[in-house]
């Protein structure tokens, strides 16, 4: 198979990625366009693998045992993330991001929620 | 053990009972009083064991250099001359007796640990003084005494005349000591040694290349410390703190350091006779203002103060004079008997409830109530006005004796000026203090008027230690005179026929002539039933006093330390001898000749003027740089703060533009290259 494919592939999940992660309101949407992204990268880094090891004698295939790692830690990062959410969404009623402006800078900055929307932005 | 190891341990036994007071005061409220009595007695006892090894003979010297501190070498030295020996003494004993009396007197005391802790320091520092070798070391217990007598001086803190009497204390001996401290520098390196015995060698070879300069500046310090003219006004207004302290200040340490320094240095004073006039100036302005002043204070204490000061200028007299010894005979007699004027007078404004004079004079049978202080007072009064055989006057006709050999010449260790001053000033101040003693006693203890009142018996403490300073003050000095030129140097001490009759004829006139005045305005309040009735704010304070009759001593003082201003306005108009002997000065001696005022116009108002412009500097001229020179970050952090909308997906965006321009710049360069 040829590289072209996978590569193409992966940069068409990235571009969804991205155009999620930028543009939609809901956070969890935002959070499965992250994993779209990473999973573009994974997708990559696969191929890359496989081809880079064609030539050569001997391989660790450290691209695909970098790919098992990015999945576990990409499971854990979901499930902190989606935790935040829903605490979020608990406290505020809603998970629309362009609402959760609590590091605004202006008159009314910090409150008791913050540390949620720090987070929420750390995940996002 | 040696001389020199219980020399020793003399300063440091009151030093550890300070620390170890101070330590366990609120632990151990049980060792407070063991603490506070037992390491003054200790020392006392030590002080004598080392005063009769040294036996008048030769100098103890014992030096040991810790660790080399550059061009002067500073030692931790040891000079017991005669002068030393018997000083300590003093100062232990008045301090042993400090100590005892104020178990009894603050009592109930919250602070009395404390207290006890600095009394014992102060003590410590006194005799680091007085056994010290070396100038640098003398300093250090020269400037611990000035902070005690800070804290002590504001023992009644609550009090406003307290805080600021201390601060006075602190400000006006710190004025005196600035000069002394450079005085020291510039003797010790004309002399090349902070030794005392050192020093003294390079006076008597002429090594000195300035002793006039050296010997004013070490005076001022000497007139700060031992409140003499002009630096003398702290010493009135440090009544505000406890009796026993004024006991300890006014007899042992504090302004007896100054003498007993003078006296230690002499030689270097006599290198110059210009410095010598002006400490016979001094000392004779000090003598008759002090006795002036002392004749119109209302303030029992304050009367006492005045008469200090007026005694020290006898000492500073003798010392412009030449005779040491005279000086240090007169500081060991006045030690005596003054002690036992202040613990008497404490004793006195206990059961009084005020210590005001003019109250007194307005209470029948007050001699009745306190009968130990009335004849220990009369005894010491003796004293002070130097009638014969009482120990006041052999040490005050040594005085007027030494003035009275430079007068007719037959010394040359002073100016002859300086002995007319001494003398004239001298018998002059001896009619005064013979007057103001007579009238302290007469208002006190002659008092008409409604009957005192009762506030039970004095504690023992209290009234023992009374009799015991009475021993000295009688017959100290009848009993020393003959022996101490062997401790001194050697100098005669016997009266002289002119002089003693002379000044104890002036003594004479002076209290019958207080006696007459008495009579004669007691007579005259008699008659004139107008005299004004004791006013409310009076009997208030009486109504206070009596509210407490078996309160702590000390309680009943600062109830009268609080309550002394409204009765003295009410009470200064009633019959008082001083105010008819001495006419139209009662008013500005009454006042301390207003020298308070003229320091205050003098100095404290350019202070505080150059204070207000150092902060209007300050305030509108830095700061606008300061502020200024902020304007500029903060105007840039406005602009970089509206970037800040908290929304993620802009942040995002903007990161992603980021990253786009770079990777394009880095292809860019990459083809380029």
Known sequence: ?124 | MTTTALAALVPLLPFLGAAAGLLLGRTAPGFVRPLAVLPPLASLVLAALVAVRQGGGQAVDAHTELTPTGSVPIELALHIDGFAALVAILVAFVATCVQIYSTGYLRDDPRYPSYAALVSLFTSAMLLVVYSGDLIVLLVGWEVMGICSYFLVGHYWETPEARAASLKAFLVTKLGDVPFLIGLFALATDAGSFRVTRVLGAVASGDLHHPTLIALLLLAGVAGKSAQFPLHTWLPDAMAGPTPVSALIHAATMVAAGVYFIARLLPVFEASSAAMVVLAVMAAVTMTGSGLAALAQDDIKRVLAYSTIGQLGYMTGALAVGDRGAAVFHLLSHGAFKALLFLAAGVIIHAAGTNSLAAMSRMRGLRDRVPDAYWTMTVALLALAAIPPFSGFFSKESVLGAAEHVVTGSTDHAPGAAGWIVLVAGLFTALLTAAYATRLWLLAFRGRGAEAPDHGRQPLTMTVVLWVLAVPSLAFGGLAYRSLPGWFDGRDLTPTLLTSILSTGLALVGGLLAYGAWQRTSALSARVPAAPAPSFEWERLQGEAAAHPEGDASLVEAHALAGHGPAYRDLVRTADPGRLLLGPLYRPAAAGFHLDAVYAALFVRPVQAAASLVRFLDSAVVDTYVRGAAALPRLLGAAVRRAQTGNVQTYVSALLAGTVVLAVAVVLVAAGA
């Open chain 1, 1 to 124: 198979m040829h590289l072209a494919y996978p590569a193409v592939l992966s940069a068409l999940l990235f571009c969804t990625g991205l155009y999620g992660v930028l543009a939609r309101r809901n956070a969890i949407l935002v959070l499965m366009s992250v994993e779209l992204m990473l999973n573009a990268v994974n997708l990559n880094l696969v191929a890359f693998d496989v081809w880079l090891s064609r030539a050569a004698q001997e391989t660790l295939h450290s691209g695909q045992a970098l790919t098992l790692f990015t999945i576990a830690i990409a499971a854990a990062e979901i499930g902190i993330g989606l935790a935040i959410v829903l605490a979020v969404y608990r406290n505020r009623g809603t998970s629309d991001i362009d609402k959760l402006r609590d590091t605004a800078e202006g008159p009314e900055t910090g409150g008791p929620d913050s540390s949620e929307a720090e987070k929420a932005e750390a995940t996002a």
